[in-house]
């Protein structure tokens, strides 16, 4: 009587963990696929993400409580400001919390690549608009 209960526990267990394995395997394959295919659009980490931390531009604005940069141009000056006077009172030593000291750290650090990043699409665009002039030298 005691083999069959055990017989039918091992079962049952086996039955749900591999139904388990199966939809974790379903997921991860689904998640793969969605990869795959945010890359080949041109979009590595999702909608508007920033792939090193998940930050989105616009989460990082709330977080510093600024306007979002309007065609690459931001009040950088403001931008600073905020993140001096956020980060130093989320100062662990100070009793803040490191986790939003570096949610702030973060938020400026993504606010400072689209701006970057859109001053480089400017700056190729202006090239290539006037063309290319390669500095020549002579020798004397």
């Not at 973060?106 to 400072?112: D, G, L, S």
Request: hydrophobic share 35%; with cysteine; charged share 30%.
């Amino acid at each position: 009587m005691a083999h069959r209960i055990i017989t039918q526990v091992i079962f049952t267990g086996t039955r749900v963990v591999g139904r388990a394995f199966a939809e974790a395997y379903k997921q991860a394959s689904a998640s793969s696929q969605y990869a795959k295919a945010q890359a080949k659009a041109g979009n590595p980490g999702g909608s508007g993400s920033f792939t090193s931390n998940g930050l989105t531009l616009e989460e990082a604005c709330k977080i510093l409580n600024v306007k979002p940069p309007q065609n690459g141009q931001a009040n950088m000056e403001d931008v600073m400001e905020r993140f001096k006077k956020l980060f130093d009172v989320n100062d662990p030593q100070k009793g803040g919390s490191f986790y939003l000291q570096s949610k702030v750290l973060r938020a400026r650090e993504r606010i400072e690549a689209e701006v970057r990043m859109k001053e480089e699409l400017a700056g190729r665009e202006a090239e290539l608009k006037e063309g290319w002039k390669p500095k020549v030298f002579k020798d004397r």
